[in-house]
Antibody
Framework: QVQLVQSGAEVKKPGASLRVSCKAS????????IHWVRQAPGQGLEWMGVINPRSGGTTYAQSFQGRVTMTRDTSTNTVYMELSSLRSEDTALYYC???????????????WGQGTMVTVSS | DIVLTQSPGTLSLSPGERATLSCRAS???????LAWYQQRPGQAPRLLIY???TRATGIPDRFSGSGSGTDFTLTISRLEPEDFAVYYCQQYGNSPGTFGQGTKVEIK
């Protein structure tokens, strides 16, 4: 079945960097964009950026520009999200998400990873 | 960026009642590219509706979406116990896509 499986929970110190992986299965990996969305504890959903697994092209939210990098490995059907200069406000659940439609960056977010909890604390 | 404002913040209803959730955009966006999600405690969001009115795969027909321009509505015709959750709207007509702050549907 179609699924996105993310790497496990992380605890990081302020100033450190983070890398979360998202492995796709059950569909043609390069046909669907992958987005990253985060959710701080008790808060709403915040879009971080999107990657085109076919070309590797990316678009990032303004609030994360310069701190986030999204990459992909087509040999393993895996997308990576790196976030640098971590601060306490980055403590959140991070999701990778696949849209409902192929070949278009934006559509309803149909497939969600299980989430990766990231805690930033000294 | 387009700001989505959801109302009410909390909706207190009983099972079997009808729920009407509103999502208002700060300006119009391309198409009727609006989605609704349900999030139960401890779970990832689930896509209910996309393109304003298309139900996602496996979503019961008690969920319906409507609207255009800047005003959109999610209606749950008869609340089931599993429907008590937080609901988010998202526009994806203009990049970046943005989410509303959520409406909590709680048991009265």
């Amino acid at each position: 079945q179609v699924q996105l499986v993310q790497s496990g929970a992380e605890v990081k110190k302020p100033g450190a960097s983070l890398r979360v992986s998202c492995k796709a299965s059950g569909y043609a990996f390069t046909n669907y964009y992958i987005h990253w969305v985060r959710q701080a504890p008790g808060q709403g959903l915040e879009w971080m950026g999107v990657i085109n697994p076919r070309s590797g092209g990316t678009t990032y939210a303004q609030s994360f520009q310069g701190r986030v990098t999204m990459t992909r490995d087509t040999s393993t059907n895996t997308v990576y999200m790196e976030l640098s200069s971590l601060r306490s406000e980055d403590t959140a659940l991070y999701y990778c998400v696949r849209p409902v439609r192929d070949a278009r960056p934006w559509a309803g977010f149909e497939i969600w990873g299980q989430g990766t909890m990231v805690t930033v604390s000294s | 960026d387009i700001v989505l404002t959801q109302s009410p913040g909390t909706l207190s209803l009983s099972p079997g009642e009808r729920a009407t959730l509103s999502c208002r955009a700060s300006r119009t966006f391309s198409g009727s590219f609006l989605a609704w999600y349900q999030q139960r405690p401890g779970q990832a969001p689930r896509l209910l509706i996309y393109d304003a009115s298309t139900r996602a795969t496996g979503i019961p027909d008690r969920f319906s979406g409507s609207g255009s321009g800047t005003d959109f509505t999610l209606t749950i015709s008869r609340l089931e116990p599993e429907d008590f959750a937080v609901y988010y709207c998202q526009q994806y007509g203009n990049s970046p896509g943005t989410f509303g702050q959520g409406t909590k549907v709680e048991i009265k």
